[in-house]
């Protein structure tokens, strides 16, 4: 059975820093580009961050470059986002996603709140 489980969400002030994490399991991790998304309600989800199957090469949204980073560690499952200097905007759910067409698998989301 796939599963994504994002875990580390929750509420913090602008300008500070969040680790969101995203556990893999039922498929072959390291077969599968990882990425994270983020989607405000009655919107499509916003790729944010994407990171390839074993070279590590990375992408992000202008919205978030500089400030984000998205890793992984193919031994554990686990693929990770570092946000800093967070911002008001960065207030939505994120969701992990693994992708290798034409599977694509989905997390159920966790909520970050930026505010003060």
């Known amino acids: 059975q796939v599963q994504l489980v994002e875990s580390g969400g929750g509420l913090v002030r602008p300008g500070e820093s969040l680790r969101l994490s995203c556990a893999a399991s039922?498929?072959?991790?390291?077969?599968?580009?990882m990425r994270w998304y983020r989607q405000v309600p009655g919107k499509e989800r916003e790729l944010v961050a994407h990171?390839?199957?074993?070279?590590?090469?990375?992408q992000y949204a202008d919205s978030v470059k500089g400030r984000f980073t998205i890793s992984r560690d193919n031994a554990k499952n686990m693929v990770f986002l570092d946000m800093n200097n967070l911002k008001p905007e960065d207030t939505v759910v994120y969701f992990c996603?693994?992708?290798?067409?034409?599977?694509?698998?989905w997390g159920q989301g966790t909520q970050v709140t930026v505010s003060s």
């Open positions: 996603n693994a992708w290798n067409y034409p599977n694509r698998y």
């Open positions: 039922g498929f072959t991790f390291s077969g599968f580009a």
């Open positions: 990171i390839t199957k074993t070279t590590g090469v990375t």
